[in-house]
Nanobody, 121 residues
Framework: VQLVESGGGLVQAGGSLRLSCAAS????????MGWYRQTPANQRELVAT????????NYADSVKGRFTISRDNAKSTMYLQMISLKPEDTAVYYC???????????????WGQGTQVTVSS
């Protein structure tokens, strides 16, 4: 599975951004997708996850009420809508997917290359 993020950039505090993650290239069944971020202090933390049907989402406490994760299975794309951004949201955001390969009965992790989000005060 190849994951390609887009939508990062520089925004002022209080602003908004929408990240996208397009998945391609595999016949594995993606079970869960999500976003992680790595801060300038080099800490990687979970931001949000969403199940394959989109019915269950999970958020870090620090982003609840400000970030919304969604996915469009027809387009094989996941989104992270971010509003009311804060300087502490500054990080490299990584797209993540857990894929189940029924041929081998295994679950594998897949990661995108990351996209920089910088929030200025």
């Amino acid at each position: 599975v190849q994951l390609v993020e887009s939508g990062g950039g520089l925004v002022q505090a209080g602003g908004s951004l929408r990240l996208s993650c397009a998945a391609s290239g595999s016949t594995v069944s993606i079970v869960v997708m999500g976003w992680y971020r790595q801060t300038p202090a080099n800490q990687r933390e979970l931001v949000a996850t969403i199940t394959s049907g989109g019915g269950r989402t999970n958020y870090a406490d620090s982003v609840k009420g400000r970030f919304t994760i969604s996915r469009d299975n027809a387009k094989s794309t996941m989104y992270l809508q971010m509003i009311s951004l804060k300087p502490e949201d500054t990080a490299v955001y990584y797209c993540y997917a857990a894929g189940f390969d029924s041929a081998y009965d295994t679950v594998s992790d897949y990661w995108g290359q990351g996209t920089q989000v910088t929030v200025s005060s």
